[in-house]
């Protein structure tokens, strides 16, 4: 785990997001860096003036129901996770049938070639959907 990490880390404990093996890391990290021991005594010092300073409002239970309901409209994902991949099966099978119609090619071939090039780009698109997801992460 880099200095980078760590500091991200940091601030996720004061949050209260850190799993038990993350804390873990986070202190064997502290215990052999005096940079980022330095750094999580600063904000610690810094968090515990802002909670001293800074009172948070009190909110209304009405607040909170409202609060809920517009969350519970947010959530809706706008097309099902399953639906990305039924589309490029669809495509996929609509351009070799239309193909296998148009080119001047045997049948078997042009379906061969299809499916082989469907199944490259599914992977194709499967592998960049992955690593796009762990960068968000």
Known sequence: MDCFEVQE???EGFEGELSSEKK???????SA???????????????????EEITPPR?????????QERKSHLR?????DWLPDFAHLAG???AIGV???LLPLPVPVVVGTGVVVA??????QTMLVGTFEQWTE
């Open 9 to 11: 880390r940091i601030f």
């Open 24 to 30: 873990k890391q986070l202190d064997r990290h502290l």
């Open 33 to 51: 860096c005096p940079a980022c021991a330095q750094f999580f005594a600063l904000q610690s010092r810094l968090d515990v003036r802002l909670r």
């Open 59 to 67: 909110l209304s239970a009405s607040f909170r129901v409202s609060l």
């Open 76 to 80: 809706r994902e706008p097309w099902p």
């Open 92 to 94: 996929s099978a609509v």
């Open 99 to 101: 193909s296998a119609v």
């Open 119 to 124: 199944l490259a780009a599914y992977s194709l």
